[in-house]
């Protein structure tokens, strides 16, 4: 069992920066691929981004690709998300996810089926 907590959501103006975080708690936590999806009102949950165990290995989403970076500290047991030159489009809320997967693709892939999820934070990015 993993859980998670996010926080650092908020309102900011386009092109500014936010940075979320995710507090996980459980077991060998560090054995969890780990990432972000995002729902905005009315669409699917998409993925965001994923970071293999080691936080060697990064996956994003093409939308976010270059604009967001997402890393981990293990001894921490959190997550962050680094995202910069927010556009509207971004608002939506944000979900930190975690499962064993072979890969950081396989997040991804595996969409909504993910193992474990927080009860997410609002981004909110105003015109």
């Known amino acids: 069992q993993v859980q998670l907590v996010e926080s650092g959501g908020g309102l900011v103006q386009a092109g500014g920066s936010l940075r979320l975080s995710c507090a996980a708690s459980?077991?060998?936590?560090?054995?969890?691929?780990m990432g972000w999806f995002r729902q905005a009102p009315g669409k699917e949950r998409e993925f965001v981004a994923a970071?293999?165990?080691?936080?060697?290995?990064?996956y994003y989403a093409d939308s976010v690709k270059g604009r967001f970076t997402i890393s981990r500290d293990n001894a921490k047991n959190a997550v962050y998300l680094q995202m910069n030159s927010l556009k509207p489009d971004d608002t939506a809320v944000y979900y930190c996810?975690?499962?064993?997967?072979?890969?950081?693709?396989?997040?991804?892939?595996?969409?909504?089926?993910?193992?474990?999820w927080g009860q997410g934070t609002q981004v909110t990015v105003s015109s």
């Open positions: 459980g077991r060998a936590v560090s054995t969890y691929v």
């Open positions: 996810a975690a499962d064993r997967l072979p890969t950081t693709q396989a997040m991804g892939s595996k969409g909504p089926r993910i193992d474990y």
């Open positions: 970071i293999s165990r080691s936080g060697l290995t990064t």
